[in-house]
């Protein structure tokens, strides 16, 4: 896969985890949440990766040199949101340009080789510029809903759980918060995201929106298992991930 590239988002603070280090470096199974999702991408052959830090990034910077293979960090000294945290990654995409990026979030453990791999099969069959890997849920509580045309099931929007009515609250179909594009569509419209929502946050996924209005093709992948889009907010969170983990993997040897 040379012509793959990744950008982790790992710039969370993580106030409800009551701890001293940043949210990703939170421990699932004796292995930081960041290195779960480091180990998926190694397994789906990327190597060219970059970290987007945060709080307390010096954490993060001083873990990464304890590994065996090469990774860039950019700093967004502001979390104002998924999209303005690419943002803070241009120069990484603009070297990269011509290829496809991943985006994931750093504290998802569970998202793994498999389905990032299946999910960029479908990127590049339908030649999108876009896909989103989604996932269907019990609860769709906190996420993102995936809106599909009711004919086609084609990808019509992707809406923030803040941004919700009564009608897509109850869509249990959820953005899992990991992302391919095609570098060149999204450095295109990654200017032109607004702060024009409830948050006042940059959305990532209002690139999609953009490039669905330019007329650029955009697909929702659906993961196969649904714990590709859990992730811990606080400390109940993390042991719930800490239980499943050990359900599916049992102990593990890292």
């Known amino acids: 896969m040379s012509q793959q590239c990744a950008v982790i988002l790992a710039g969370g603070e993580g106030t409800r985890m009551r701890s001293q280090k940043p949210k990703t470096l939170s421990m699932v199974l004796e292995k930081p949440m960041l290195q779960w999702v ?3 991408l190694k397994e789906s052959g990327i190597d060219r990766i970059c970290i987007v830090t945060g709080y307390k990034h010096e954490c993060i910077d001083a ?7 090469p990774l860039e960090t950019v700093f967004q000294s502001e979390r104002l949101g998924t999209g303005h945290a690419v943002m803070t990654a241009k120069d990484f995409l603009q070297k990269n340009g011509g290829g496809d990026v991943v985006v994931l979030n750093g504290d998802a453990p569970f998202i793994n080789g498999e389905t990032i791999r299946d999910a960029y099969a479908l990127h590049k069959k339908k030649q999108s510029s876009a896909t989103v890997i989604s996932a269907n849920v019990d609860d769709p509580s906190g996420y993102g809903r995936i809106i599909r045309d009711n004919h086609t099931g084609a990808l019509r929007a992707v809406v923030e759980q803040k941004d919700t009515d009564g009608k897509t609250a109850l869509i249990r179909e959820v953005n899992s918060g990991a992302y ?5 569509a999204l450095l295109e419209v990654l200017g032109d995201i607004t702060t024009n929502n409830n948050a006042r946050e940059y959305y990532l996924p209002d690139a999609l929106k953009l490039l669905l209005q330019k007329g650029k093709t955009v697909q929702a992948f659906t993961a196969p298992c649904a714990d ?4 811990a907010n606080d400390p109940q969170q993390l042991a719930e991930l800490n239980r499943l983990a050990e359900k599916k993997y049992g102990s593990l040897h890292v």
């Open 180 to 184: 391919w594009f095609h570098i060149d």
């Open 63 to 69: 873990y990464i040199k304890t590994l065996p293979y």
């Open 38 to 40: 480091l180990d998926a």
């Open 228 to 231: 590709a889009v859990l992730g």
